[in-house]
């Protein structure tokens, strides 16, 4: 186990609904970043957190929003739900000097937007 | 061109065989590349990551990367049935910017 969790674990939503997912970071970890992992497919980057700040966003619009709060946790927001948004949401937590080599993932969160 | 292209597979192999995953990718800036292997229904770990280009071999994995072709390959030498699960490699440019590239993953099974 990594120490990252997410909850909650599956979660069922209506086209136009807003989420809220949560992510609690692996102990000494200041970093998260969030991705979507469609079915079949590889996970995409849809942004990062650094000590409460967005530190870089993919190609998502603007309907997906974050928040990191002071002990490092994580919210990924997503507003006015699309069938599309169904997919596997994965949290990744770091240090900032090791954001990528040492990027430990959550379990994921899986939605199924109808 | 996609940034990073994988071969989704299928890939069915006998238990002690030796597989080889490989991915492609277009970046010349990537500096790392990693190697996840994800169990169905579960989150992506970390099997190991290799620097620049070259050779890393960790217990029965040996990550291979030659960036003059954008190649990146993973072997697994005496498959084990527990090795069945997608294996996704993902570059990283490294620095400030932590975001992986993944690449679609390849499904593997390895049969007893």
């Known amino acids: 186990e990594t120490g990252v969790t997410q909850s909650p674990t599956h979660l069922i939503k209506t086209r136009g609904q807003q989420v809220t997912l949560r992510c609690s970071s692996q102990?000494?970890?200041?970093?998260v970043s969030w991705y979507q992992q469609a079915l079949g497919q590889g996970p995409q980057f849809i942004f990062q957190y650094y000590r409460e700040e967005e530190n870089g966003r993919g190609n998502f619009p603007p309907r997906f929003s974050g928040l990191q709060f002071p002990n490092y946790s994580s919210e990924l927001n997503v507003n006015a739900l699309e069938l599309d948004d169904s997919a596997l949401y994965l949290c990744?937590?770091?240090?900032?000097?090791?954001?990528?080599?040492?990027?430990?993932f959550g379990q994921g969160t899986r939605l199924t937007v109808v | 061109q996609k940034e990073v292209e994988q071969d989704p597979g299928p890939l069915s192999v006998p238990e002690g065989a030796i597989v080889s995953l490989n991915c492609t990718y277009s970046?010349?800036?990537?500096?790392?590349f990693m190697w996840y292997r994800q169990y169905s229904r579960k989150g992506p770990e970390l099997l190991m990551y290799t620097y620049s280009s070259g050779n890393k071999e960790d217990g029965r994995f040996t990550a291979q990367v030659d960036k003059s072709s954008k190649y990146i390959s993973l072997f697994i030498r005496d498959s084990q049935p527990s090795d069945s699960a997608t294996y996704l490699c993902a570059p990283y440019y490294g620095g400030s910017q932590g975001n992986l590239i993944f690449g679609k993953g390849t499904k593997l099974s390895v049969k007893p």
């Open positions: 102990s000494g970890h200041n970093t």
């Open positions: 990744a937590s770091s240090t900032g000097q090791r954001r990528g080599t040492e990027a430990f």
């Open positions: 970046n010349s800036a990537f500096q790392y």
